[in-house]
């Protein structure tokens, strides 16, 4: 049986038995566990690897095979509660409740469930750092996974990127040459093609994006076709004189 289907089924049986049901609950993709006495930030950075993934739930109060509950402190409740807003940026989509069961010292409590939606866009948290559940695992990216990630959430493209302080005089002429060909653009002298175009002037991405710049394909395609255009006009021009 999948983590859903006992989740599902943990959370529709009695006080008395919903916190052993989910002590039980293998942790996989979609389903972890973490004590009450977690950090709140800590706490956003699983929420932002279950949303940067296929979403899951979290259950708050029950760790290491026993029931704590939640109730021995609003405040540290409070806080947990807004961690998904106070720590994620943008904050992660998640509902929240509260689900009442029995501390394992017999007294009634209550449970934080946390069900996370996959989300649309990249999240991270307060200081940048992206994660991703892989497994019962969440896992911090690196700048080039991140990327991957941005291009498969469709917030970025690899050809649209542009290269920090690249410009025509950096270019290999004979990449660029075979590159004109394969379009059946005249290749003589395409760098200095490039450098009488304006789009050649390099701006800074627009924000959140702060990756690193460069030349994009469909950009040199772009400047090649314009400047094919403005040489074959030249060249058709009657000469007045």
Same mark, same amino acid.
Request: hydrophobic share 35%; with cysteine; glycine share 6%.
């Given at each position: ?13 009695? &006080? ?5 049901a ?5 942790? #996989?993709?979609?389903? *972890?566990?973490k004590?009450?006495r ?9 929420m932002?690897?279950?949303?940067? +993934?296929d979403?899951?739930?979290l ?10 509950? &939640?109730?021995?402190? #609003?405040?540290?409740r ?34 934080l ?10 999240? +991270?948290?307060?200081?940048?750092d ?23 959430r ?25 590159? +004109?060909?394969?379009? *059946?653009?005249p290749?003589?002298?395409v760098?200095?093609?490039? +450098?009488?175009?304006?789009?050649? &002037? ?7 994006c ?7 394909a469909?950009y ?22």
């Amino acid at each position: 049986m999948s983590s859903t289907r006992e989740l599902g089924h943990a959370l529709r049986l009695p &006080t008395d038995e919903v916190g052993d049901a989910l002590n039980a609950i293998p942790e #996989d993709q979609w389903f *972890d566990r973490k004590s009450f006495r977690i950090a709140p930030r800590e706490l956003a950075n699983v929420m932002i690897g279950l949303a940067n +993934a296929d979403g899951g739930t979290l259950i708050v109060g029950v760790h290491d095979g026993k029931v704590e509950g &939640t109730d021995s402190s #609003d405040s540290h409740r409070n806080e947990l509660m807004q961690a998904h807003v106070e720590f994620c940026l943008p904050p992660v989509p998640a509902r929240l409740e509260l689900l009442a069961c029995r501390h394992s010292n017999g007294e009634k409590d209550q449970l934080l469930v946390i069900e996370i939606r996959p989300g649309e866009t990249v999240y +991270a948290n307060v200081r940048d750092d992206v994660f991703l559940r892989i497994g019962d695992e969440n896992r911090r990216l690196t700048y080039a996974q991140r990327q991957e990630l941005l291009y498969d959430r469709g917030q970025g493209s690899y050809e649209s990127r542009l290269v920090e302080g690249a410009s025509p005089e950096t270019l290999d002429n004979e990449l660029l040459g075979g590159y +004109a060909t394969a379009l *059946d653009i005249p290749s003589r002298d395409v760098c200095c093609r490039l +450098a009488a175009s304006p789009l050649t &002037t390099l701006s800074p991405l627009p924000a959140p994006c702060s990756s690193p710049r460069i030349l994009s394909a469909s950009y040199l395609s772009h400047s090649f076709a314009c400047c094919t255009t403005a040489e074959t006009s030249a060249e058709q021009e009657p000469d007045s004189s």
